[in-house]
């Protein structure tokens, strides 16, 4: 049974371009299908989380990361009596649109593209399900409802001021509300992704050796939960201590945002998903407690995971590789693949060139972005470069 403030497939405020209903899947499953199945979504598996993809089987990956988030995302939205297919498919989509590299990769497609309105991997996301997947007869995209649309676009709250060209360019055919904050289920999405990254990084980083358990057990939090396990298994092996300890911590999170969640929503008392979006303010959040405390934590993952001395000089090398290849190929449109081509040629001035460079760059895995800067311009493979893990992932947003 769905709350009042749920979103209803039913009540739906429809795709762009009109289609059948299916006969047996809602038309959020018929979304979250469709974002499994898309090109995007698998080439996430090749894309850096936080170390570069190539460098460990046991490392996250930007597929995994997702995985992960939707799984938190079903978990809360079934606890507050959300559409978890809604959310599952904001959840699967949210990541669709970061380059390689992570958020290393981003900067410097951002710098890149500041003569030619910037780049944003959340606007980028809205541009692949509505443009860039072209496997459909009847249109460009996914042609995804207009809540998942909104999820993608506003998981992380109102879009305002100088507004992402790859969004601004689909919101003037279709209107987000871009003014509000998103349903229910796109804010469930976001603290999902906060809680997935909070634990995982953590994990990451003790198996990449850049700080140990020790170091863990005495930050906020963590210190509770290592406290915990300690108590309930005394002399408990080194590995299945900190595995314990970090799983009571990732339901610590999930706990508290469902808390916060409840009494928030008691409060408001909202009739409908409109309600949560017109409410001001978020409904799904942190407790102030436990959000202080998590500045704690990630302040210490940016300063000894993602910000580490090694890692510097590998970010300086991915982001070399990145603004190599992108005058390159404005340059040399011929290198591009013969289906881009045809983009080219339509192409009115400079900025639309860019802008097509920029999805092909974007829509890269790491390591064919590595093989094409090795083939074009004979750099060099960063296979076997250095022994300790690379961290290209770091927040620098958050």
Known sequence: MHAPYASAPDQSRGRLHPEEESTFRSCFQRDRDRIIHASAFRRLKHKTQVFIEHEGDYFRTRLTHSIEVAQVARTIAGVLGLNAELTEAIALAHDLGHPPFGHTGEEALQALMAPYGGFDHNAQAIRIVTSLERHYADFDGLNLTWETLEGIAKHNGPVTGDIPYA???????????????????????????????????????????????????????????????????????????????????????????????????????????????????????????????????????????????PVVVMRREVTQKIEDLFPLFMERTDLLPKQWRKDVAEARDETALARIVADYIAGMTDRFAIQCHVQLLGGSDLGSAVATPHVLGARLKD
């Not at 904050?181 to 999405?189: K, N, R």
């Not at 900190?242 to 009494?263: M, N, P, W, Y």
């Open 167 to 309: 969004l601004a360019d689909y919101n003037a055919r279709h209107d987000l509300e871009l003014y509000t904050y998103a349903g229910a289920e796109a804010q469930v999405a976001a603290l999902a992704d906060d809680i997935a990254y909070n634990n995982h990084d953590l994990h990451d980083g003790l198996r990449a050796e850049l700080f140990d358990t020790d170091e863990l057990a005495r930050m906020p939090l963590l210190d509770r939960c290592f406290g915990e396990v300690d108590a309930r298994y005394p002399g408990l092996n080194y590995y299945r201590r900190r595995h314990e300890a970090l799983r009571r911590f990732f339901g610590l999170l999930v706990e508290d945002v469902i808390g916060q969640a409840r009494a928030r929503l008691a409060e408001l008392a909202p009739d409908s998903a409109q309600a949560v979006r017109e409410a001001g303010r978020p409904v799904v959040r942190f407790s102030d407690a436990v959000w202080t405390d998590l500045k704690v934590i990630r302040q210490f993952l940016f300063d000894r995971m993602y910000r580490a001395a």
